[in-house]
Nanobody, 121 residues
Framework: QVQLVESGGGSVQAGGSLRLSCAAS????????MAWFRQAPGKEREGVAA????????YYADSAKDRFTISRDNVNKMVYLQMNTLKPDDTAMYYC??????????????WGQGTQVTVSS
């Protein structure tokens, strides 16, 4: 049984930082795309960042470039999203996803329950 458990969300002021974590279990972790998506109330889900566990190749949405960094720990089957210089527009539920392709949400087979990020101005 595959489980993805996110943590690290919270409330911060604009300009602050948060680090999200995703713990994967029950999954063959190697050579897979792992990604972070987010969804704000009334908006469509959007991709944020993705990483290939095999070679560490990364891909970022334009909204995340230069502010967010995705990384992975293959030994412990963890994926992280370091978010800096947060803006109110970053407020959303953030989801970890596994076994898909880059930031194409419909290709991902597994999803976590999400962790809320709220950025106040």
């Amino acid at each position: 049984q595959v489980q993805l458990v996110e943590s690290g969300g919270g409330s911060v002021q604009a300009g602050g930082s948060l680090r999200l974590s995703c713990a994967a279990s029950g999954l063959t972790y190697s050579r897979k795309w792992m990604a972070w998506f987010r969804q704000a109330p009334g908006k469509e889900r959007e991709g944020v960042a993705a990483i290939y566990t095999g070679d560490g190749n990364t891909y970022y949405a334009d909204s995340a470039k230069d502010r967010f960094t995705i990384s992975r720990d293959n030994v412990n089957k963890m994926v992280y999203l370091q978010m800096n210089t947060l803006k109110p527009d970053d407020t959303a539920m953030y989801y970890c996803a596994a076994d898909g392709r880059v930031l194409f949400a419909q290709t991902y087979n597994y999803w976590g329950q999400g962790t809320q990020v709220t950025v106040s101005s």
